[in-house]
């Protein structure tokens, strides 16, 4: 029973190209949570997503970031035009449902280094 | 103004001295507390959910305890391998349920010497 799945582990990219990172959640859950860590400070949410739906994006940067969780495949967070700030480590999350009592489970992380 | 704040940020204890992490938090209306886990490289790992003061919970060597204002993660007897980040995070009153949209702390960062 494989745990929530993230890749790449590490990705290096030039300022002004895009990234593309991937959450495969747990076998059987629906709902998906990005966040990032920047270095000395705390988890920040993103975005929070179901099957084709974008529950709240109250924490993506207006520009240059998007989310989506199709109904096949793995939910994909892309970062277009990326700069040097965007570097951090972003965290995949999933859960089966959306009740409060439900653990999260987290992946290992993508850590986007932006040269 | 931070919402959630975790302190020590950093802890160092020797194995079997018992410690408490605290977190203090300031939202209008909570509707959970976490505690996770984090080793270096690694996602956070769920440890505790807490829900009204006065709530506790333990597993092994850590119990977490629940106030109006903050929160105490417990370490009893720690060993070397209870190192790690400790997360705190809550979500506030007004969210629709879900774990998505917590506010975490920046952490508490413990190493146990043997």
């Known amino acids: 029973n494989a745990g929530v799945m993230q890749n790449p582990r590490h990705l290096v990219r030039r300022r002004g190209q895009e990234a593309r990172l991937r959450c495969s959640p747990m076998?059987?859950?629906?709902?998906v949570y990005w966040y990032r860590q920047l270095p000395e400070e705390g988890l920040k949410f993103m975005v929070y997503l179901q099957k084709e739906n974008i529950i709240d994006e109250s924490g993506m940067p207006k520009e240059r970031f998007s989310a989506e969780f199709p109904k096949e495949g793995p939910s994909i967070l892309r970062i277009q035009q990326v700069v040097r700030g965007d570097s951090a480590a972003y965290f995949c999350a999933s859960s089966p449902n959306g009740e409060v009592d439900t653990e999260a489970f987290f992946g290992q992380g993508t850590r986007l280094t932006v040269v | 103004e931070d919402q959630v704040t975790q302190s020590p940020e950093a802890l160092r204890l020797q194995e079997g001295e018992s410690s408490s992490l605290n977190c203090s938090y300031t939202?209008?209306?909570?509707?959970?507390l976490f505690w996770y886990r984090q080793d270096p490289g690694k996602g956070p790992e769920f440890l505790f959910t807490?829900?009204?003061a006065g709530e506790e919970k333990e597993k092994e060597r850590l119990k977490a305890t629940l106030t109006k204002k903050e929160s105490f993660l417990h370490i009893t007897a720690p060993k070397p391998e209870d190192s790690a980040t400790y997360l705190c995070a809550v979500q506030e009153d007004n969210y629709g349920g879900s774990q998505g949209n917590l506010i975490f702390g920046k952490g508490t960062k413990l190493s146990v010497k043997p």
């Open positions: 076998k059987g859950h629906s709902h």
């Open positions: 807490l829900y009204s």
């Open positions: 939202v209008s209306g909570l509707r959970g």
